[in-house]
């Protein structure tokens, strides 16, 4: 045991946020999210029969509700002070677990702070199963001094070089502000994410030290309240932290597509003037251009979903500062205040920046679909059309053709036997028939083939 400061009631709460029905998640993806919150609380025990029951709970109409029913809270086996308390904020899960240590155990209060703070923090993370917040997570440490004259700020320290709750935990570089409430001391720290994985990974802890004047029951009511507010203080926080993330990876992702879009483009000109056109290229280019015109203007639309629920989780974020403060006209909350000034400031305008910008990369896009779908267009005009004129002048050559047979008939008959005369009584010899059919024919097609020749320059000239 050391003679480091103590804290009475020294209490660890850890709050984490799973995302329940993502957009554009399907039946089985919402089902696994809901799987994945409840195996923190019940784990192997968790069965089908259990999962069902749980999620009849969710159906209730309501933007708050308290999972558990009346039970409200699943508390640890003793001799663990401890609770879970789930609760489901609009589209998300938000689960508290909270932690003081143990119940009856006079080894218990021998500890110093930094041990009691160590263990407590151990028995929440053995609590979270190895599972962490998916969509952010968020730490609480309060207790009241032991002493009227005790330093605030140093017991802070204490507490939080004691937790070590953040990577190289360090209070003068994770230190973000401070401020009143309840008569409590309240610092901020924290560490900004900065792996893009589409994930919130931003760090973030909150320690509330109460004077030691405080009583019990001002304690407990206090505390009370200030968890129905800091819940979905949180859920607000962590929602704009988790849009804000999910925009910078769709940025990355329309910026890729414009990467290709722009090559396409540039490609196109060589296309075009290639001699003679390749239909089937131009064709392949047009649909890739079409699939790549889907997920652009998909992701834009998931962009612009993003910066929605920025404004609103930033709205409900700025609202629930107020509400905290009216509790406490003395309050000081401006360090909570300047997140939602940075929300709004930064990442709102960020993202209605980066949507203007990335709509613009459609233009080029959708001209090159037009000039392409254009070009195939008029080359399949121009080879219906030679088609067409073939099929003309072979028309009017076997008109023509079928005509000059029809009407030379006679006179090659009459040519035939000139040349090749018939005994009177005699039958007409075979030989007579095939001369008179092959001198038809010859001059049939010959006729034809002048006609045709001749429609055809008509046609060029008609053309020109």
């Given at each position: 045991m050391n003679s480091s400061p103590q804290l009475i009631y020294p209490t660890v709460d850890l709050f984490l946020y799973d995302l329940a029905d993502g957009l554009g998640q399907n039946n089985e993806k919402i089902q696994e999210n809901r799987r994945r919150f409840w195996q923190r609380i019940y784990q192997d025990s968790l069965s089908d029969k259990k999962l069902a029951e749980l999620q009849d709970a969710e159906i209730l109409f309501s933007s708050y509700i308290e999972l558990l029913g009346a039970e409200k809270i699943e508390r640890f086996k003793y001799p663990l002070d401890g609770y879970y308390y789930p609760v489901?904020?609009?589209?998300?899960?938000?689960?508290?677990i909270d932690c003081s240590g143990k119940e009856n155990e006079p080894d218990w209060e021998q500890l110093s702070l930094e041990e009691k703070l160590g263990q407590i923090k151990d028995i929440i993370l053995e609590h979270t199963h190895k599972i962490p917040g998916e969509m952010g997570q968020n730490w609480l440490v309060w207790g009241k001094l032991a002493t009227a004259n005790q330093d605030p700020k140093a017991t802070a320290q204490d507490?939080?070089?004691?937790?070590q709750l953040l990577p190289q935990a360090k209070w003068q570089r994770d230190y973000q502000g401070q401020g009143k409430f309840q008569g409590a001391t309240c610092f901020e720290l924290g560490q900004i994410d900065i792996i893009p994985d589409g994930l919130n990974r931003n760090h973030y802890i909150l320690i509330c030290l109460f004077p030691y004047d405080k009583t019990d029951a001002e304690l407990k009511d206090i505390i009370g309240r200030l968890y129905l507010d800091l819940i979905p203080l949180f859920h607000y926080r962590n929602k704009i932290l988790w849009s804000y993330e999910q925009s910078r990876q769709l940025k990355r992702t329309l910026k890729d597509f414009s990467r290709v879009i722009q090559k396409l483009v540039d490609s196109l000109p060589e296309r075009l003037y290639a001699s003679p056109l390749n239909l089937d290229e131009l064709q392949q280019d047009l649909a890739h251009a079409l699939s790549i015109s889907h997920y652009y203007e998909t992701s834009l639309g998931y962009l612009q979903e993003q910066a929605s629920n920025l404004e609103i989780n930033t709205q409900n974020y700025i609202k629930r500062v107020d509400a905290i403060a009216q509790l406490d006209p003395t309050s000081d909350l401006g360090f909570?205040?300047?997140f939602g000034e940075m929300a709004t400031e930064k990442f709102i305008s960020r993202i209605h920046s980066d949507y203007q910008t990335l709509k613009a990369g459609l233009n080029p896009l959708e001209t090159c679909i037009k000039t392409i779908a254009g070009i195939i267009e008029i080359e399949k005009t121009k080879n219906e059309r030679t088609l067409n004129q073939t099929v003309a002048i072979a028309s009017v050559g076997i008109s023509t053709a079928s005509l000059a047979a029809s009407a030379l008939t006679e006179q090659a008959e009459g040519i035939v036997k000139s040349i090749l005369p018939v005994p009177?009584?005699?039958?007409?010899?075979?030989?007579?028939?095939w001369a008179s059919f092959s001198l038809i024919f010859g001059l049939s097609v010959l006729i034809g083939i002048v006609s045709a020749v001749i429609t055809g320059r008509v046609l060029d000239i008609r053309k020109k």
């Open positions: 489901k904020i609009g589209d998300t899960y938000a689960l508290q507490c939080y070089n004691a937790l909570l205040e300047a009177a009584n005699q039958p007409t010899p075979a030989l007579n028939h």
